[in-house]
């Protein structure tokens, strides 16, 4: 199978021919039908996350059709549409996956990262860590969800979610995940305000198109105090801005996996009970609940569509900021 390989960190991927190994226990095989196009890729290709060996195939937000599975896998059958995301197996043993926190476990493998992912024709994942999909939806739009949706979720509900103080949401960087979580937020009654680059006229173009009350630069301050914002542009210099722009006991949340250092900055800023948090990977219990949310109120990620062989210029495209949403990997001949 063709397959979109990293050979080592710093290189842009290589078309390669290579195969893979009959499912274990309790995997499934998957004809891949699309694979988005995610930031955390962008830093496992410039090596910027530990404990990453090469050769490797990115992607973990796939869409896949079931082609073959392993003895023990049970909830799944061949023709079955599954979401594969990055959390991709979880030992269930240390102190954080018996606390329900297995997004934490201490030994947990990553869909892309520490084993191989999407950006090919077809992939292995652990039927226990998939999710399942709706088949008559489009297979390029439902890939987003998988991590920029799920993450955006998880951050969400860290800045407060749909509670009743929890009104007015900044979002920094408008991307993927901001597109999706405009629309969850704005179903649930919360205002949002979109932050982007200076120069990113479409991007906050399209922040509004979707909802946003207001959008404007990130060096800017909002036109009323937010009561949370979501980091999702990897900047460490925007959390010191962000907690200027939240009101006393307001919450900053980080969603990247990876940031640059956060500058030094006055106490004052923090003061008055605001909060600076992160939020690390996922857990099953968000992907179903976020599914099942993002069907109710017909939740659509606008996409771009990439032939697999052109990953290295999605790539590039999320790195340049010059997408309308999110980026996605169709390889040649899927089901959609």
């Known amino acids: 199978m063709k397959a979109m390989r990293l050979l080592s960190p710093g290189s842009a991927l290589t078309l390669s021919e290579t195969d893979l190994p009959a499912p274990e226990r309790h995997e499934v095989r998957l004809e891949v039908e699309a694979c988005g196009v995610c930031r955390t890729d962008l830093h496992v290709l410039d090596g910027e996350l530990p404990g990453m060996a090469c050769p490797l195939t990115p992607g973990h937000e796939i869409v896949g059709t079931v082609i073959a599975a392993g003895a023990a896998a049970r909830r799944f059958r061949t023709g079955d549409r599954v979401g594969v995301p ?8 240390c102190r954080f996956c018996r606390a329900g926190l297995e997004n934490l476990c201490v030994r947990a493998r990553f869909t892309g990262y520490t084993r191989d992912g999407g950006y090919a024709e077809e992939a292995l994942a652990d039927e ?12 390029a739009r439902l890939a987003p969800l998988l991590c920029a949706g799920l993450i955006g979720y998880r951050a969400y509900r860290a800045a407060g979610g749909a509670s009743s103080e929890s009104g007015s949401l900044g979002l920094y960087g408008f991307g993927a995940a901001a597109h999706l979580l405009t629309q969850v937020a704005r179903d649930q009654g919360r205002r949002v305000f979109a932050f982007t680059r200076a120069e990113d006229d479409a991007g906050q173009a399209f922040a509004r198109e979707l909802g946003a ?10 036109p009323e105090p937010l009561d949370a914002a979501i980091l999702f ?15 006393p006991g307001g919450r900053v949340v980080c969603a990247g996996i990876h940031m640059s250092d956060v500058p030094a900055f006055p106490y004052r800023l923090l003061w008055g009970e605001r909060s600076v948090s992160s939020v ?7 992907g179903e609940e976020f599914l099942a949310l993002a069907s109710r109120i017909r939740l659509e990620a606008t996409v771009e569509r990439f032939a697999l062989t052109a990953a290295n210029e999605a790539l590039e495209r999320l790195r340049s900021g010059t997408l309308r949403g999110a980026a996605v990997l169709v390889p040649e001949g899927s089901r959609r």
């Open 86 to 93: 990055w959390l991709a197996l979880t030992c269930g043993e």
């Open 128 to 139: 226990r860590y998939c999710f399942a999909l709706p088949r008559e939806a489009d297979a």
């Open 213 to 222: 009350v207001w959008a404007g630069s990130s060096a800017e301050l909002p």
């Open 233 to 247: 542009a990897p900047v460490g210099a925007l959390v010191p801005a962000a907690l200027a722009a939240v009101r």
């Open 280 to 286: 690390a990977n996922l857990t099953r219990q968000d």
